[in-house]
T-cell receptor
Framework: AQSVTQLGSHVSVSEGALVLLRCNYSSSVPPYLFWYVQYPNQGLQLLLKYTSAATLVKGINGFEAEFKKSETSFHLTKPSAHMSDAAEYFCAVGHQAGTALIFGKGTTLSVSS | EAGVAQSPRYKIIEKRQSVAFWCNPISGHATLYWYQQILGQGPKLLIQFQNNGVVDDSQLPKDRFSAERLKGVDSTLKIQPAKLEDSAVYLC?????????????FGPGTRLTVT
């Protein structure tokens, strides 16, 4: 069985500060890992994905994530937060192409000026 | 390229009433998913279609929920009768099924409120 745990339901940072959103996964098979962002009243938009290639994955809007098998983690980072980054972020795991994703409960990112 | 379309965007019904949601996936996408997102939680799969066949409906409450995907394109999700706990956002997603196999593209969702 697969599962995802997002540590911290709410993260607050100042504009220009480092963003770190934590995600740990559990999977009995090699996982495929994803980060999605959801703005109010919108659907989910893919930020980045790990599919067993490079362990450091770069995504859109300056975000990146590193797959660490030994720590079963896939934390999302961005060096400098912008006000426009304020949204809900979801980590998700899948186990093969085309299967449905299992999502974490989400982390709300707030950015203050 | 047009994205995943869903309608209606919002729906308010009373418990025990029925409701239907519609999804039009990205053209050519073979795989279609319906997810339920309850407030404060991540999306949870209800049903997955590959073309017009069901791949996974293990988490669909079949006593009240039904879904179909006619001709492998559009899909409809129905709830009958609705319960208070069905209040949620219903997200439709589609995936190419080839090439970029891992991408799921989400629609804006339908927010259902059951009173």
């Amino acid at each position: 069985a697969q599962s995802v745990t997002q540590l911290g339901s709410h993260v607050s940072v100042s504009e220009g500060a480092l963003v770190l959103l934590r995600c740990n996964y559990s999977s009995s098979v090699p996982p495929y890992l994803f980060w999605y962002v959801q703005y109010p009243n919108q659907g989910l938009q893919l930020l980045l994905k790990y599919t067993s290639a490079a362990t450091l994955v770069k995504g859109i809007n300056g975000f990146e994530a590193e797959f660490k098998k030994s720590e079963t983690s896939f934390h999302l980072t961005k060096p400098s937060a912008h006000m426009s980054d304020a949204a809900e972020y979801f980590c998700a795991v899948g186990h093969q192409a085309g299967t449905a994703l299992i999502f974490g409960k989400g982390t709300t990112l707030s950015v203050s000026s | 390229e047009a994205g995943v379309a869903q309608s209606p965007r919002y729906k308010i019904i009373e418990k025990r009433q029925s409701v239907a949601f519609w999804c039009n996936p990205i053209s050519g996408h073979a795989t279609l998913y319906w997810y339920q997102q309850i407030l404060g939680q991540g999306p949870k799969l209800l049903i997955q279609f590959q073309n017009n066949g069901v791949v996974d409906d293990s988490q669909l409450p079949k006593d009240r929920f039904s879904a179909e995907r006619l001709k492998g394109v559009d899909s409809t999700l129905k709830i009958q009768p609705a319960k208070l706990e069905d209040s949620a956002v219903y997200l439709c997603a589609s995936s190419p099924g080839q090439g970029n196999l891992y991408e799921q593209y989400f629609g804006p969702g339908t927010r259902l409120t059951v009173t």
